[in-house]
């Protein structure tokens, strides 16, 4: 069974500090995503990646950063949290898009509270 | 920015009838893809229709695509009370990037 995992689902943070969140997948995967989800502004993609090292912003990159250390492994960092920083954070990832199926699969979220 | 627009954004059936959503959306598409998500968890893939198709199927799913009017539709029959959730549409774009509308938050009434 194909697999997303996201370090927490629920996490409570106060402004200013640096917040981890951490992505695996074990489908062998090339490219992984981060998403925020808003009410009424569905899914916004943060920052995704395309091979171990690479990166590249995505909509809404402003106050994230992304580290692909290992192929399997995505993490999004907020180097100094803020309260408009609350949010849903998605994780995803997909095989290549030169295979005309490119299904994302999505982990469970990660509830952010920042106070 | 969002590609894909679902309209209604919210609508409540009874257990047994149709629910159909809509999705606009803005550019040429290679494909158009719709996920569920239940309250408070991930997204799932429900159905992906490549833009040379003009229906799909998926068990009580069905799925159209018009590219001339820049429109996607999605019907569920016989809804049941494991449907309510919200249902988006994507667009892809390049390296695989989704765009996703707001929505649809559909309530299943029994």
């Known amino acids: 069974d194909v697999k997303v995992t996201q370090s927490s689902r629920y996490l409570v943070k106060r402004t200013g500090e640096k917040v981890f969140l951490e992505c695996v997948q074990d489908m062998d995967h090339e490219n992984m995503f981060w998403y925020r989800q808003d009410p009424g502004l569905g899914l916004r993609l943060i920052y995704f990646?395309?091979?171990?090292?690479?990166?590249e912003k995505g909509d809404i990159p402003e106050g994230y950063s992304v580290s692909r250390e290992k192929k399997e492994r995505f993490s999004l960092i907020l180097e100094s949290a803020s309260t408009n920083q609350t949010s849903m954070y998605l994780c995803?990832?997909?095989?290549?898009?030169?295979?005309?199926?490119?299904?994302?699969?999505f982990g469970p979220g990660t509830r952010l509270t920042v106070l | 920015s969002q590609q894909g627009e679902e309209d209604p954004q919210a609508l409540s059936i009874q257990e047994g009838e149709n629910a159909t959503m809509n999705c606009s959306y803005k550019t040429s598409i290679n494909n158009l893809q719709w996920y569920r998500q239940n309250s408070g968890r991930g997204l799932v893939h429900l159905i992906l229709?490549?833009?040379?198709?003009r229906e799909k199927h998926s068990g009580r799913l069905r799925v159209t695509l018009d590219t001339s009017k820049k429109s996607s539709s999605l019907l569920i029959t016989a809804s049941r009370a494991a449907d309510t959730a919200s249902y988006f549409c994507?667009?892809?774009?390049?390296?695989?990037?989704?765009?996703f509308g707001a929505g649809t938050q559909v309530v299943v009434t029994p």
């Open positions: 995803a990832s997909s095989s290549p898009p030169r295979s005309s199926y490119n299904e994302q699969f």
């Open positions: 229709i490549r833009s040379n198709e």
């Open positions: 990646s395309y091979d171990v090292k690479m990166k």
């Open positions: 994507a667009t892809t774009g390049s390296w695989g990037k989704l765009q």
